[in-house]
């Protein structure tokens, strides 16, 4: 604690010294703070708009498969699988929907089988046997609100006579918006093989069944591309926004790798002007510091001042650059070009990009002092002794 007493003391003797010192270290530091809270606004901000979709996560085969459940049981079984049911052949649940309080006024839709946890129904417990839940489309054409009485019709056709599949449906809930903009029901798994069966005209107990699609969501944005990938590995055809993440990833590499160069660059910058001033000032104390040594102080003492000194710059240099670059921040989510208007922060700085600005410029003080306390640990008591 006794160099670092005496090193501060020493920075209070010197304050042009000082000032200078700490604003050299905020020139450096402001523009790399506030480029890191631009690189994190906009990637967060994408990432929003990405993630305001529950879709954004969704991927779909484009082509009817034969998977049996030992291919759901291994799919399911990925930690980047956050959601997976089975599905019916392409457009083969559908049907006629009417509400029982106004029958012949029926629409098409298409059942999609839901289970828990389902991404498009967030908050909404599965529906039941019976239940549906209806998008918001198909609730509004149909005049229906939860609790409300259903008809879901399926006809085929056998030689010349006419089938026809009939249940009835109690509405338990109305999907979000963001689940889909057609006409469709979400309902139990069971409900969709039941009409293919009747479309299919396949027994119920014809042998081992296979579902001949899906419905999947990955468990994050960024596990979308690789879950893509591993489907087409098995020549699974899909429909997702792989590209769209993708893209987002790329950028986000690409602003980290652009964050980090320019602060090597200036970092070097600032190690070599710290390091020549810190040096400097060794050299204008080397009878004031071989005194201190010929009156017993310790080498490791004298080797910790410029050290402590050199922190010291960095912890106000880094709450000065801090300072700079927020008010930067403000000043450019203030201009509506560059995303105020839509009530978005461009710039967002926080705790995380202020806290590797410290402690990169305290790696850089330490780099920077090194010189300095060599050449402070070199100090001869004997130059004392002859300037006593």
């Known amino acids: 604690m006794r160099a670092l007493r005496l090193a501060l003391a020493d920075l209070r003797r010197e304050p042009a010294f000082t000032l200078c010192s700490v604003l050299a270290l905020a020139a450096v530091i402001a523009p790399l703070i506030l480029l890191a809270g631009l690189r994190a606004g906009v990637i967060a901000g994408l990432k929003e708009d990405l993630a305001a979709s529950p879709r954004a996560r969704e991927i779909v085969n484009t082509t ?19 959601f997976l049911v089975a599905r019916t052949r392409l457009l083969a ?11 012949g006024a029926a629409i098409r839709v298409e059942v999609l089988p839901t289970g828990p946890g389902d991404p498009l129904l967030p908050g909404l417990p599965p529906p039941a046997e019976g239940q549906a839940v209806l998008t918001a489309s198909a609730a509004q054409r149909l005049a229906v609100a939860p609790g409300d009485p259903l008809r879901f019709r399926v006809v085929r056709t056998v030689g010349s006579a006419r089938e026809v599949l009939g249940m009835d449906l109690t509405v338990a809930a109305i999907a979000p918006p963001a689940a889909g903009a057609r006409d469709a029901i979400f309902a139990d798994p069971a409900m969709g093989r039941r009409v293919q069966d009747f479309t299919d005209d396949r027994a119920a ?135 105020a208007a839509d009530g978005r922060a461009l710039a967002r700085i926080g705790l995380v990009e202020i806290g590797a ?32």
Not at 93 to 103: K, V
Not at 358 to 386: H, K, M, T
């Open 357 to 388: 600005a410290a402690a990169l410029s305290a790696l850089a003080a330490i780099l920077a002092a090194a010189v300095a306390a060599r050449r402070a640990a070199a100090v001869d008591p004997a130059e004392g002794l002859r300037d006593a």
């Open 205 to 339: 107990d014809a042998g081992p069944r296979t579902a001949e699609g899906f419905r999947l969501h990955a468990r994050r944005l960024e596990d979308v591309p690789t879950l893509v990938a591993a489907l087409r590995e098995q020549n699974i055809e899909t429909a997702s926004r792989a590209e769209d993440v993708a893209a987002l990833l790329a950028l986000d590499r690409n602003l980290n790798a652009a964050v980090a160069v320019i602060a090597a660059v200036g970092g070097a910058g600032f190690i070599l002007g710290l390091a020549a001033a810190l040096w400097a000032s060794v050299e204008r104390k080397r009878r004031t510091l071989s005194l201190l040594r010929l009156m017993g102080m310790r080498r490791l003492t004298l080797v910790m001042i410029p050290v402590w000194q050199s922190l010291a710059f960095a912890l106000l240099g880094t709450a000065a650059g801090a300072a700079i670059a927020q008010g930067a921040a403000m000043l450019v989510n203030r201009l509506s070009l560059l995303g």
């Open 64 to 82: 009817n498969r034969a998977l049996d459940d030992a291919w759901f049981t291994s799919l399911r079984a990925r930690p980047d699988v956050g």
């Open 93 to 103: 649940a559908t049907g006629s929907l009417e509400s029982r309080a106004n029958p």
